[in-house]
Every structure is written in structure tokens, then in C-alpha cells.
């Protein structure tokens, strides 16, 4: 499985009960946070996410509503007793802020929290499962995006099949990675008569903050689900580009050329109270776009 909860969609200022950017990733057994904006902490028991289960926080950059609250999530987890390691990728001068305000607070992690500085574009996790892709994205200050791709699966196994061809169960698992039987009496059983494909692999882009830049395309390019932000209206276009953030076509359109089966936009501006706009103008590029909602789980 694979869904995104939204636990912040504003920008820079919380206005009307918007909260700045976070938001956790489903992939199967593991929790993903993105973002860790003033107020996760509190946003996350509102919607009951298990912080126990986060192994990997994920900050794009460092304008405050992206990362403000971290130090007092990771604190928090102290306090409640987490011995489990962490990761964190990060531009590499976090690392310096959150070992200070460690050592004037005199506070010690309880648990190992592992630093993983953002450099350079490419695969930054890999388990057996699941992958995770490092991508910038051009904005004001050194920004990332992050990529997260289920691998593919082994076939399925069709049991009553295979006993039917008189496959022993020790071969089970190599049935599962696309193997051939064969018989002593050299007779083949084919795999495709004992088993079906794999449901197709899940894949989740997160833009981060940017301007309007194709360059992106080929790296989101068929996701089924795509977080791109839209500070703006389309009116605002000028002010979206001096401040290197996208307006609501812009990021429609970065869907619509890279083909992907869903888009969603947020991280608003406070200077909009209601959000009706921002879903009509999107949708008039780009149809099969949702307005990323606090709270919700966006199941891919």
C-alpha cells in the first residue's frame, strides 16, 4: 500500500486553522515524514500517526515551515523513551542548528539519530521493499524533492496450481522470482501456468517549494501520485516568480506533461482564506487533481 496523510498545506504563516508543510508517506509497513513545519508534532496526535513507527524524516530545505518543528519532534520522541535509530536527510547545515540547540539545552537522544546530508541527486534509501530519490528543485535556497518507489514484487503464487503440477514445495519461492519447474522426466511446467504478475509497483513525487520548471518532467514523469506546490492563483504569476514558487496552472501543467495519474497541490498561501480557486484553476489543465486537505489519507 501506498497513501500520503497531509498533516500541513500552508505556507510560510498557519491562517486559518492551515498549518505550515508536513505530511507522513503509507508504503506498506513504513512511515515516512516529509517536511516537519511548526506544529507537526501536535498535527500528528490530532491524526493519530504512530511516531514510533517513523525510521526516516525527509526536509527539503531550510525556510522555517519546512523544519521549525523538528527539534521539538525529536525531543519529544526522547522523552517518550524511543531507542530505535533514526535518519534524517537534510541540507547539511541542519545538522549544526539541531547539534546546538542540543548542547544549550544540555539534552541527549536517548536513541542513535543518523545524519544523512542531501548532496547530490540519486537513490538516498534502499531496502528490500522500497526505494527513496533524492531530486532538486529550483527555489530560493538549496531545495529538494524526494521520489518513493515500491520495487517490484515477486509473482504471485498459485498453490492449488502448483500441487496440481506436482511442484514440491521447496520450489515455491523460486516459482514466486519467475522460474521454471522441470519434471525428472524433463517435462516443463511454465511459471505463467502457476502463478500471476505482481500488482504493478506504486511511486509518489514530492516537489517541494519551486518555480515553474519543466526540468522536472522527466523526474516525476508516470508517478501515480504527485505533491506539487501551488502558493498561488494564476493571477498572482508575478509574485509566484520573484518569490520562486508556482501558481496553480503551473503545477497542473508539470502533471499534465509528465503523465501522471494524479496531482496534489498545496502548500497555500496564507493570504488566500478559502480554497475553492485553487481547485477550479488546476483542474482546468490538469483534471484529476485534489487539493491536499490536513488531515486526509490519499491513497494511491
Not at 54 to 81: A, K, N, P, V
Request: glycine residues 6%; proline residues 4%.
Amino acid at each position: 500500500m501506498l497513501a500520503v496523510t497531509i498533516l500541513g498545506n500552508n505556507s510560510a504563516l498557519p491562517a486559518f486553522d492551515r498549518h505550515p508543510t508536513a505530511q507522513v508517506v503509507t508504503l506498506d509497513d513504513h512511515l515516512f515524514l516529509i517536511d516537519c513545519g511548526e506544529g507537526t508534532q501536535m498535527q500528528m496526535a490530532k491524526y493519530r500517526i504512530r511516531r514510533s513507527r517513523i525510521q526516516h524524516i525527509f526536509i527539503s530545505h531550510l525556510h522555517g515551515d519546512h523544519y521549525f518543528g523538528l527539534i521539538g519532534l525529536i525531543t519529544s520522541m526522547g522523552l517518550l523513551g524511543r531507542e530505535h535509530d533514526m535518519h534524517l536527510y537534510a541540507p547539511a547545515p541542519l545538522k549544526e542548528m539541531i547539534d546546538l540547540q542540543l548542547k544549550v539545552a544540555d539534552t541527549s537522544l536517548p536513541f542513535t539519530l543518523h545524519f544523512h546530508p542531501l548532496t547530490d541527486e540519486g537513490i538516498i534509501v534502499k531496502e528490500e521493499k522500497f526505494c527513496v530519490r533524492s531530486f532538486k528543485v529550483y527555489h530560493r535556497i538549496p531545495c529538494w524533492g524526494f521520489r518513493f518507489e515500491q520495487v517490484k514484487a515477486p509473482r504471485r503464487l498459485l498453490p492449488e496450481k502448483a500441487i496440481e503440477f506436482g511442484i514440491p514445495a521447496a520450489f515455491f519461492d523460486r516459482l514466486k522470482w519467475g522460474e521454471n519447474y522441470t519434471h525428472k522426466d524433463g517435462k516443463v511446467i511454465l511459471n505463467e501456468w502457476v502463478t500471476t504478475e505482481a500488482p504493478k509497483p506504486k511511486s509518489y513525487a514530492y516537489s517541494a517549494d519551486t518555480i515553474y520548471d519543466e526540468d522536472l518532467v522527466d523526474i516525476v514523469k508516470h508517478v501515480d501520485l504527485l505533491y506539487h506546490e501551488a502558493t498561488y492563483l494564476k493571477d498572482a504569476a508575478e509574485r509566484a516568480a520573484s518569490r520562486h514558487h508556482s501558481t496553480t496552472v503551473q503545477a497542473a501543467a508539470i502533471a499534465a506533461l509528465g503523465r501522471v495519474k494524479k496531482l496534489l497541490i498545496g502548500h497555500f498561501s496564507s493570504k488566500y482564506e478559502t480554497l475553492d480557486g485553487f481547485l477550479a484553476e488546476a483542474k482546468e489543465v490538469f483534471d484529476n487533481t485534489e487539493l491536499a486537505i490536513e488531515g486526509v489519507c490519499y491513497r494511491v
